[in-house]
């Protein structure tokens, strides 16, 4: 009889049993999406520390060949064309890292104007209620509030019109 290794730990004819579904997040900040993005943005400012340091190498394989160091052919090519390369590869990694950089920031930018925005809305929101309610007490005061208890709607007529 042939079995797999994850047979082994059911009786033979019984169904595999499914795969254990994660819970959902219940916070904001477990939620993937969000994890993902720190991991980018770790990642990001890694390829920028690198591509720093790649252009450190190029400048010093540049130096060490305009200081006359480089005695032979070989070690020309191996200077110049290390330079060369270390520069390509620190221009792409520091350009990714700057504009996701810049990425970031704007939506950084974007997030705090739309929390911003609700809280405006909430504000207002909450002052108008305060209004509606000072309206109401000073209806009852005067004896000329709903006898149902039911509040007029935003065109000032009663419920029941």
């Known amino acids: 009889m042939d ?8 009786p033979a004819g019984a169904a ?15 939620r993937p999406d969000e994890g993902q993005t720190r991991r980018s943005n770790r990642i990001y400012f890694w390829w920028g520390i690198c591509g720093a340091y790649l252009l450190y190498l190029a ?7 305009l200081n006359g ?8 090519v191996v200077c110049l064309g290390g330079a060369g390369l270390f520069t390509v590869a620190a221009a792409v990694l520091l350009t990714l890292a700057i ?19 609700e ?6 929101a909450r002052r ?13 005061e005067a004896g000329e509030a709903p006898d149902d208890g039911e509040a ?8 029941n019109e």
Do not use: N
């Not at 504009?99 to 925005?117: F, G, K, L, P, Y």
């Not at 809280?119 to 207002?124: C, L, N, P, Q």
């Not at 108008?128 to 009852?140: K, S, V």
């Open 3 to 10: 079995r797999d290794e994850h047979s082994l730990d059911r």
């Open 16 to 30: 595999p049993e499914a795969p254990e579904t994660p819970a959902a997040p219940e916070k904001p900040e477990d």
């Open 59 to 65: 400048y010093s394989l540049l130096q060490s060949y």
């Open 69 to 76: 160091e480089t005695e032979t052919t070989r070690d020309v």
């Open 99 to 117: 504009r996701h950089a810049i990425r970031a920031m704007r939506q950084s930018a974007e997030d705090m104007r739309r929390v911003a925005d």
């Open 119 to 124: 809280d405006r809305a909430a504000e207002e």
């Open 128 to 140: 108008r209620r305060e209004a509606e309610d000072e309206a109401l007490e000073a209806l009852e």
């Open 152 to 159: 007029p709607d935003e065109t000032g007529r009663e419920p």
